[in-house]
């Protein structure tokens, strides 16, 4: 059994400091009010007794009421018009009364005491239904307050005026006077209808949201009582104030203690989840991976406690399911799998109902790391988000169905978890941004590198060396399908196998696969040092080609570990064959690169070299198969009677390469299988003898 040992990098436990330090000082240091309730069932706990004073809260149903009473008492606001008074007095002073001129002074006067009072419209703003109304007029920046018995309206100063001059000359006719002088009476006061309802606006703020006060030790529900209107609001009222103000009444230092302790046990539970997920993840050469998986699980927990500690309201709206589209952007689901059921623990623990919570988007984040591999793009992610949404519906609505009682049934709960599945949309498009900060590589750029019709540099290998691509084709099909075979990542597997040898771009005759049939003279006219420095030269051209497109270092790092530090064998013992062989130029045949670390290089690496050698294979048998497969992997591990182990850096098991035999062994049997004699060829034709240059091909450069 493998000896499993914990790693000794300090730069691996300082992140994780950060986070402990970030849930210690997030995580609620004050009880909640945790009883579950609901009107009309009945009271399951213990009796209840308020331990404090607090006020009763009023219900919005009260709150609204007492509003739509002050609407029926609305006040209006009236402005009073200075100009309509001073021209109102200036047609009386051009009035030509003739004879009559005697009750100009009489008119006049009473005008003025009218206008100064005011004069409201026949039709007036806020008029109830009760004969006596009250307005306030604003004059001068004051507002003083009438009722309708002591202002008239314009029709009521016109009689007015008219029964005052008839009483001062009963001779005259003082209503056909006034009308052939076109005498108008005008009112000067004026509906203020934007002050009105700012008026208004106000006196409803003042509304006051409490109706009484319960004092310290009163009864508030006893256990089996059903719970009334009048005692929900009691208890909607006091858990109100106690989650509010309900301190911790112990030592400060247990409390502070025992908040150590729990986010010191989520952090030890994260770390533990990547370490037995994918503990290589925790390499070097990932540590960017690393820090990405705890900077998604702190963005989770920040955004839960802290929405959680100001808008616990607004909970059901956060898009859990995208922390689990982040980390499937760039890990497998073994990784993302436990990662993100760490993430929902400080869910579980802050949230009012933190079980339904966390079940809820638990259930939603693994039916999204399903459908998000077939829903992953374009308009198809819609179709996620509903998926999403429907996950997360069921769940809701499963509580409301089983618990009837205490979760009842509520549209606006409903709308805000379809806004957090449409969040997962819009959020979606942050991977980018991730990408650049952490130097990843996710799925969608994996499966856009993949693209052989669309990718400008796998057109251009495919163009000037059509052999090299074909060659590069069988080798991503042959790791693809070892790559799965142990569960590791095939897709990342496939891109690396159809760069690896982009640098014969730049030479491609260098090479026997892109040499037509017998007219392979490149390296006849060459030395073997000379043909070896130029086949290992590949590599080097494959890393400047990979950075001028710009290749995620990931792929890159395929590469230079396809051939490790092996040698160019067969020119190799050419030289050595030669008359001009010197022992110190032996180097000079050996690829410069690194050996393959991870187990998708380490993948690609045995299956560059069995893809080319079987080329040279004429009995594709079980038996031949698997020898010729053998005889592979022992090359790699002991080339030349040299001890090179190409795989000693190797994260892959002994297991899995067996398991790695194994896929490769049935492939290579299935897509050489024997196929059916045509008519006229029922006799099989002897094979061809192989010639030297084809024999060659067993050398993969």
Known sequence: ???????????????????????????????????????????????????????????????????????????????????????????????????????????????????????????????????????????????????????????????????????????????SLLRSCDFEVRPNLFYDEAFTSMMHQKSADFVSPTAGVVTHGTMLVHNGEIVTGEIKQLLDSYKVEYDKSVGYDGHIEVLWAGTALIALIIVMLL?????????????????NKYLYLLNIFLLSTVVTLVIDKYAPNYIMMVPYSLFAIYLQSFFRKRVVMPAYITSLLPLLLSAQNGSEMFLMHL??????????????????????????????????????????????????????????????????????????????????????????????????LQEKAPGTFQHSLQVANLAEHAARSINCDALLTRTGALYHDIGKINNPMCFVENQPEGRGTYHSERTPLESARDIIKHVNDGMELARKNNLPNTVRQFIL????????????????????ANPAMYGEFYYKGTRPKTKEQSIVMICDTIEAASRTLMDFSAASVDAFVEAMFRGKMTEDGDTQDQFEDSELTMAEFKLIKKALKDYLTKIHHARISYPGQEKPQKPAEPQPLRRKKIFKF
């Open 363 to 460: 259930f939603a984040g693994i039916v999204c790391m399903f459908s998000f591999s077939y829903l992953d793009r374009g308009w198809k992610q819609f179709v996620n988000a509903l998926v999403i949404f429907v996950a997360t519906f069921v769940v809701w609505l499963a509580f409301r169905m089983y618990f009837a009682q205490l979760y009842p049934f509520d549209w606006r709960s409903v709308l805000m978890l379809g806004l957090a599945a449409f969040f997962c949309v819009l959020g979606y498009p942050v991977i980018n941004l991730f990408e650049i900060l952490f130097n990843l590589v996710s799925s969608q750029r994996l499966t856009d590198l993949c693209d052989t019709n669309s990718n400008k540099l796998l057109r251009e």
């Open 1 to 175: 059994m493998e000896k499993v040992t914990f790693p000794k990098d300090y730069k691996l436990y300082l992140p994780l400091l950060v986070l402990f330090a970030v849930l210690v000082f997030l995580l609620p240091k004050t009880p909640k009010f945790s009883y579950d309730y609901a009107k009309g069932s009945p009271w399951m706990h213990e009796n209840l007794v308020a331990s404090f004073d607090f006020p009763i809260l009023k219900t919005d149903e009260q709150i609204q009421a007492e509003v739509d009473q002050l609407g029926s008492r609305r006040i209006n606001y009236y402005r009073y018009s200075s100009e309509v008074r001073a021209a109102a007095e200036q047609q009386v002073s051009d009035l030509d009364l003739g004879d009559k001129s005697g009750l100009k002074p009489v008119l006049a006067s009473e005008l003025s005491a009218l206008y100064e009072k005011g004069i409201l419209p026949d039709k007036t703003e806020g008029q109830s239904n009760a004969d006596d109304f009250t307005i306030y007029v604003q004059r001068d920046k004051r507002a003083k307050r009438y009722s309708a018995s002591e202002l008239m309206t314009e029709s009521e100063a016109r009689e007015w005026l008219i029964a005052v001059l008839a009483e001062s000359r009963p001779s005259v006719n003082a209503d």
């Open 271 to 287: 770390f533990m989840s990547i370490f037995y997920g994918n503990r290589y993840v925790m390499n070097p050469e990932s540590y």
């Open 561 to 580: 570990t396809h051939h490790g530090t092996t040698s160019v064998s067969y020119f190799l013992a050419k030289y050595k064959n030669s008359d001009t």
